[in-house]
Structures are given as structure tokens and as C-alpha cells.
């Protein structure tokens, strides 16, 4: 999953990472982030978790970037001055509960940062022109089991069980 959104992040400026709750929408963005990171791009996260007043999301997620919106005549304003022409990847994690308003942000960042690219994660599509989404299904029965035993030895490795003893 990791190798296919950076795949079809390299092609798109929206990608949104879809998938139930628990399925690791964002261990593949903090992969993936990290991984930009270590090449020399720029990111910034944004962890939408913890929003809860979903009117101020612009001045939630440009406090979360480091950027200052006290001069700016709004935060999403802030927000475009500090991204700009240059080359940035914003990464927006657990959209779901302020959909509507991250629609609204993104759509206005991405109408005016030329170069700023936005990989997100929710349960939902965010709805905008150009997204690209990007859906997590879950592991077969296989790695399943085998991800459970690894997560069982790992917490008691006395007691962890061997595949044959869950089939």
C-alpha cells in the first residue's frame, strides 16, 4: 500500500487514503511522510484526531504546521503564504469527523498553492476535483493469523502460540 499511494501521489496532488477504522490509513501516511522526509522533501503533518471545534480548522491545522496566523488575515491565509510556489507535501490525518470543513481547506490550498500536494486519510472520499483515493482492505487469513501470533509472542513470549495450534 505504502509503494501504490506514493505511486499515485507522484501523479496526483490529491490522494486520499480510505478505509475503516483500524485498518493503518495512518501507518501508511507516517511511512509514507518519513519516507519523503528522508529524501529531502517538504512535509508537514496535520493530526485532525483531536479537532474538536471543527469552525476552526484552518487555525487547528496551521498551529499543527508551525505556522503563525497572527499577522495573516485568516489562517488558511497563513497557511498559503507559508506553502507558497515551493514544493511541499501536506499530509492530513483522520479527515472524517470535519469533512466538510477539510474540503473547504484543501480546496482553497490547493486553488492556491501551485506546488503543494496533499495526501489525507478518512473514512470518506473528501469530494474534491482531482482526488485520487486510495482504499485499504484488510489482511487474508493468512497474515492475519500470522500478524496475531507475532502480536501474541510479542506480549508474552512464553505463552505465544505456533500457527498450527489456530488452525
Known amino acids: 500500500d505504502v509503494d501504490g499511494v506514493a505511486a499515485l501521489a507522484r501523479r496526483s496532488r490529491l ?19 518519513a519516507r519523503w522526509e528522508a529524501e529531502g522533501e517538504r512535509v508537514s503533518v496535520a493530526e485532525l ?8 480548522l484552518a487555525g487547528a491545522v496551521a498551529a499543527m504546521v508551525g505556522v503563525s496566523s497572527e499577522l495573516a488575515p485568516s489562517p488558511a ?4 503564504d507559508h506553502f507558497g510556489d515551493d514544493r511541499w507535501i501536506l ?9 466538510a470543513q477539510v474540503h473547504d481547506l484543501l480546496a482553497t490550498l490547493l486553488g492556491s498553492c501551485a506546488r ?30 500470522r500478524l496475531f501470533l507475532d502480536r501474541v509472542a510479542a506480549h508474552d513470549p512464553v505463552a505465544a502460540p505456533v500457527i498450527d495450534d489456530v488452525r
Open 77 to 80: 491565509v497563513a497557511l498559503c
Open 116 to 145: 503543494l500536494s496533499v495526501v489525507a486519510t478518512s473514512r470518506e472520499a473528501i469530494g474534491l476535483d482531482g482526488e485520487h483515493r486510495w482504499a485499504l482492505h484488510g489482511l487474508g487469513d493468512t497474515d492475519a493469523t
Open 15 to 33: 490522494v486520499t487514503i480510505l478505509g475503516p477504522g483500524g485498518m493503518g490509513k495512518t501507518r501508511v501516511a507516517m511511512q509514507l511522510a
Open 91 to 99: 499530509v492530513v490525518d483522520n479527515c472524517e469527523h470535519v469533512l
Open 49 to 56: 484526531a483531536d479537532v474538536g471545534n471543527a469552525a476552526d
